[in-house]
């Protein structure tokens, strides 16, 4: 049976398994469809590798290795990761996700622009932790980017932000680990660290560091840390520049928060925060310096020195 197109998927049975309703979105290589579990009811997000995709090797990897980190982390800030199998009819892989209902840290940004320092930190503070207890598994994310830090909304209507997508995150020297053919560079480029911008082979935790800290500038200025009108370009800055001070961008940011944001942008890996654990740390050490409130559930990293 030859692979059939999302939207061809719309009213049929995945799998016998789960009744696909309509598709959510597409991306570069695959797409994300709800569906519905036939026996539970259950709602759920599926996501296939396009049909043009799905017989690459080093794609289909991908797509598995999204499904062992995603499974591997229980963790309420991470997406969760319900069910991975291939449809014996097609061929097709498929992974089933849970559905959640709310926006991304992107869609946010767009809609009401850049955030305060106090509403920020109530979404990336957990979403760090959930990062730190991946990185004590060795799973690097590796696409930190604000499509992929999710304001969820729980049954009471709360905020519950998840990061997801770990799609290309690498288990730190697994013999499996899924890589790419000599100098080949996975990730967004606004939002890669200068190590991975170069075609890094080993990336550590303090890759995710300097991501999340590219996430946080964003959100702060509205701006990315560098901009260029070329690829090159832009790995030529990333690897050679400082980003503009965030003060001279929104002076109204508290300047312990705004440094502490720049440290996570340091190009010198010894002059970076040396985990997501201590980053997260740090933001709230910053937060307590300038007066801003966090929730008390946001304290987490709060739990080891700063280093």
């Known amino acids: 049976m030859p692979l059939i197109t999302p939207e061809e998927r719309v009213g049929t049975t995945l799998d016998g398994r789960y009744r696909v309703e309509a598709v959510l979105g597409r991306g570069g290589m695959g797409a994300v469809l709800r569906g519905r579990h036939v026996h539970t009811g259950r709602e759920v997000a599926i996501k296939l590798l396009l049909p043009e995709h799905a017989r690459d090797a080093e794609l289909l990897a991908r797509f598995v290795q999204e499904a062992r980190s995603g499974a591997s982390l229980a963790h309420p800030n991470v997406g969760d990761t319900l069910d991975m199998d291939v449809e014996p009819e097609s061929g097709q892989p498929y992974l089933v996700l849970e559905l959640l209902d709310g926006q991304d840290l992107a869609a946010r940004l767009e809609a009401q622009g850049p955030m305060t320092a106090g509403a920020l930190l109530a979404v990336v503070l ?6 730190a207890a991946a990185h004590e598994r060795g799973v690097v994310h590796r696409d930190l980017k604000p499509e992929n830090l999710f304001l969820a909304h729980d049954a009471r209507g709360r905020v519950v932000p998840k990061v997801l997508d770990f799609g290309i995150a690498k288990l730190l020297e697994a013999d499996d680990a899924v890589h790419t053919v000599t100098g080949g560079v996975l990730g967004t480029p606004h939002f890669m660290s200068p190590e991975q911008a170069m075609g890094g082979p080993a990336l550590g935790a303090q890759s995710d560091v300097w991501s999340m800290g590219a996430v946080m500038y964003v959100a702060l200025t509205g701006q990315h840390p560098f901009e260029a009108e070329t690829l090159p370009g832009l790995v030529t800055k990333v ?3 400082d980003p503009t001070p965030i003060a001279s961008l ?3 940011v508290p300047a312990p928060i705004a440094d502490a944001v720049h440290r996570a942008l340091q190009r010198d890996l ?10 997260g740390a740090g ?6 310096a ?3 409130t ?3 559930g946001h304290r987490e990293l ?4 700063v280093v």
């Open 270 to 279: 010894d002059a970076r925060w040396p985990s997501m654990e201590a980053f």
């Open 294 to 296: 966090l929730a008390p």
């Open 302 to 305: 709060d739990r080891k020195s």
């Open 290 to 292: 300038a007066g801003v």
């Open 283 to 288: 933001l709230v050490a910053a937060a307590d």
């Open 239 to 241: 690897c050679t520049e």
């Open 126 to 131: 957990p979403v760090m932790d959930a990062l």
């Open 250 to 252: 929104r002076p109204d």
